[in-house]
């Protein structure tokens, strides 16, 4: 089943070219009207006319977070405010986040990649979604439920949360189709099991699409095995567009990527250089139809491979493999992205000036649990109960407000936390992805 | 007359408390009284040792988070009563205890109490104009 069979299975030199026409728009735009890509193409020599072949995107600077960072909020946008039809955001590594803005066609486009990945994902228009991503900045909530909406399916907008009433409305509204984070749908199943509610007989999901967070096999045999449906792997990252970049077929062999609207490469994270095909290596995208921020070369930081083998669902487009690890230190916490220089910063706020912290992630009931080590120097250390409480509490709720998470905090005495030379070892995810 | 108090931050953990004692043994120096308060992650070790400036010293070096806590040494008759007289007048008087723990050895009239109260100070002349013994961290510490 497709949602645009003309496009989704677009033989492959006809898909270069249209990448190629489109590429060549996408970076005049960009050259023409954001400052942020004229001054480095113009710094690394290129203008828009060098760019004649596909791997001409070769010679373009790549975009990182930090760019997006440095232009906040607005800097980025190659069309005025008025021309931008919303803004998503995500977590920024220093307090400051990522501002991306659609225009209403960049909605357009958005909602299209979603109806596919349902479509490809086992929806139709006979089904009943229950959207169980964060409505709001995150991308997720939006982007699955305008794309539940294009496909014509009935969109149940849940959100996240109160899980016995989630239950409770997948039961008696008859959802047929679960989207949110692998880890919540696990959370689900169990509390489903709580409720004495079982899902062979009281609930009719069939399919379920999730994303936003690392998985396994393992986790997505759990899943599929506790729902008693089939569960599909969906990637998209907010400064791409958001959710749908990428998705799975039914095969559930690597997750097409949607060609027609990006360019992907895979390089060394190290020299930049791209990797030949079936390599692991770091994820790049280029945006080629978005108007409102075109991104050129962005650095996901995310690692995977790609293969452009044929897949026996007739899809042309090529699949990325799951992703598999990072080339920073983000860690993703109940779909929230979390960088541990955010929790140092908090740390350094709140005047503990050699911050000896270390994050420790565990999943407790399918949960992600975040525990902050925090070492007890003599200078925070009080004699009375009563204040160590007050800092715990005062570092956690510190914390939480930076993070949009919650936390626990552990104080430890000094030299608990492994010393290292260079790079301090700042995380241990004991999580079995 | 006020006694210097070493507290230590304890991890929950086991062996914490042992490694503190062993430090303090091997430096030769002998615990007079002490306490500990705990909650479910961490306690607070407080001692009244013979030589607090050394046992600072080495229990820092260590690696252990110390500090130094002023506190006072009250005697008071070792009969039924005898705490409760004291404390009656540091409350009519209010001064807010902290804590307060029991001290081994005994003083030259009774019993030895360790209490931390803020306005130290003030809370000693007040227990002093009201009669009650102030011992002070010298005499405390050869106890």
Redesign the interface.
Known sequence: MYWNQKYECLPREELKQLQLERLKITVERAFYNVPHYRSVMQAAGIEPDDIKSLDDIRKLPFTTKEDLRNNYPYGMFAVPLSEIVRIHSSSGTTGKPTVVGYTRNDINVWAELMARALVSGGATRKDVIHNAYGYGLFTGGLGVHYGAERLGASVIPISGGNTKRQVMIMRDYGSTILTCTPSYALYIAEVMEEMGVDPKKDIKLRYGIFGAEPWSENMRQEIENKLDITAIDIYGLSEVIGPGVAVECLYKNGLHIAEDHFIVEVIDPETGEPLPEGEKGELVFTSLTKEGLPIIRYRTRDIASITTEPCPCGRTHARMSRVSGRTDDMLIIRGVNVFPSQIENVLLEIGYTEPHYLLVVDRENNLDVLTVWVEVSSKLFADEVRKLEQLGRKIQEEIESALGISVRVKLVEPKTIERSEGKAKRVIDNRKF | MKVN?I?V???NKSG?LAAVTRILAENNINIRALSI?D?S??G?L?LIVDKPDTAFEVL?KE?????L?EVIGVEMPDRPGGLAGVLDILEKNNFNI??LYAFIGRGDNGALVIV?VERLEEAVRCLEENGVKVVTGDRLYQL
């Open positions: 108090q507290s931050f304890l991890e914490r308060a909650t992650d961490f607070i407080r820092k690696g252990f988070s110390v500090s806590t902290e804590y931390r």
